[in-house]
């Protein structure tokens, strides 16, 4: 499976982005779909995550509230809708597919798309 992630760009603060990420091909329902985002300097780390089919998704602590992940299976897309945006949140932002079960860490993922940069203006 190949991932494309696209979206991304530069804001200012308290806007907002959409960022897209498609799949090359369908992926079993149950498989999990992951955002990631590396700041310059900074690990990468875990943003939010949810079930193919759309259901049971979890975010990070710093994201609640303000951005939400879905899924669309007939256009084997995810989707992270960003809003309220801080310049905190400037990153490249990386989707990413695991097998079901799939928590936060990087190593349940075994499919990453090449990124898109997202930068807040303060």
């Known amino acids: 499976v190949q991932l494309q992630a696209s979206g991304g760009g530069l804001v200012q603060a308290g806007g907002s982005l959409r960022l897209s990420c498609a799949a090359s091909?369908?992926?079993?329902?149950?498989?999990?779909m992951g955002w990631f985002r590396q700041a310059p300097g900074k690990e990468r780390e875990f943003v939010a995550r949810?079930?193919?089919?759309?259901?049971?998704?979890y975010y990070t602590d710093s994201v609640k509230g303000r951005f939400t992940i879905s899924s669309d299976s007939a256009k084997n897309s995810v989707y992270l809708q960003m809003n309220s945006l801080r310049p905190e949140d400037t990153a490249v932002y990386y989707c990413?597919?695991?097998?079901?079960?799939?928590?936060?860490?990087?190593?349940?993922?075994?499919?990453w798309g090449q990124g898109t940069q997202v930068t807040v203006s303060s």
């Open positions: 990413a597919a695991g097998a079901p079960g799939a928590t936060n860490a990087e190593n349940h993922y075994g499919y």
């Open positions: 949810i079930r193919w089919n759309g259901r049971f998704t």
């Open positions: 091909a369908r992926t079993s329902s149950s498989y999990i």
